[in-house]
């Protein structure tokens, strides 16, 4: 069985400050992917970034960077300059097959 | 290229009644999915469809659910009879392939309220 948790319901950061969303991911299996989709409001999920289990390098895709600690299972989504066009839902999900999601995380970017 | 459509966007049934959603994937996409959305919750697969043939359907309620993808392209999902915690927001999803590493693509979604 695999689990994805997402502790912060909500998070709030000022424009072009730095914030940091929480995930961890359970799972027995060792090969695995990790994914942070995000939702903006009446908008469809588009994916952020996607990370291999396997792989040790933390994936980056321009501000969006994770920090992947394996052992800890802790897969964690850092926005870096947040923008006005961040604000969004934002869900880590894990798959080993099926993509399994956590409950979002809604992150506020105040001007 | 266009992304994954749905329609219709809304719909507003009272409870009993049945309800049909319709998706088109991505073209080329051969995997489909339908997830089920509850307000304050992340997505749930429903079920998983590679070309026509089903992949995984274990989360799909059967005794009033169901799901098809004739010819691999379109697919449509019905709810018979509704009840009301099926309230949600009906997504539906595509990828090239069916790897672990798939992105996937999400359309806009269907909102449906049973009443």
């Known amino acids: 069985a695999q689990t994805v948790t997402q502790s912060q319901p909500e998070m709030s950061v000022q424009e072009a400050e730095t914030v940091t969303l929480s995930c961890t991911y359970d799972t027995s299996e060792s090969d695995y992917y990790l994914f942070w989709y995000k939702q903006p409001p009446s908008r469809q999920m588009i994916l952020v970034i996607r990370q291999e289990a396997y792989k040790q390098q933390n994936a980056t895709e321009n501000r969006f960077s994770v920090n992947f600690q394996k052992a800890a299972k802790s897969f964690s989504l850092k926005i870096s300059d947040s923008q006005l066009g961040d604000a969004a839902m934002y869900f880590c999900g894990g798959s080993q097959g099926n993509l399994i999601f956590g409950k979002g995380t809604k992150l506020s970017v105040k001007p | 290229e266009a992304g994954v459509a749905q329609s219709p966007r809304y719909k507003i049934i009272e409870k009993r009644q049945s309800v049909a959603f319709w998706c088109n994937p991505i073209?080329?996409?051969?995997?489909l999915y339908w997830y089920q959305q509850i307000l304050g919750q992340g997505p749930k697969l429903l079920i998983q469809?590679?070309?026509?043939?089903?992949?995984?359907d274990s989360q799909l309620p059967k005794d009033r659910f169901s799901a098809e993808r004739l010819k691999g392209v379109d697919s449509t999902l019905k709810i018979q009879p509704a009840k009301l915690e099926d309230s949600a927001v009906y997504l539906c999803a595509s990828s090239l392939g069916t790897s672990n590493s798939e992105t996937q693509y999400f359309g806009p979604g269907t909102r449906l309220l049973v009443l």
């Open positions: 469809f590679q070309n026509n043939g089903v992949v995984d």
């Open positions: 073209s080329g996409h051969a995997t």
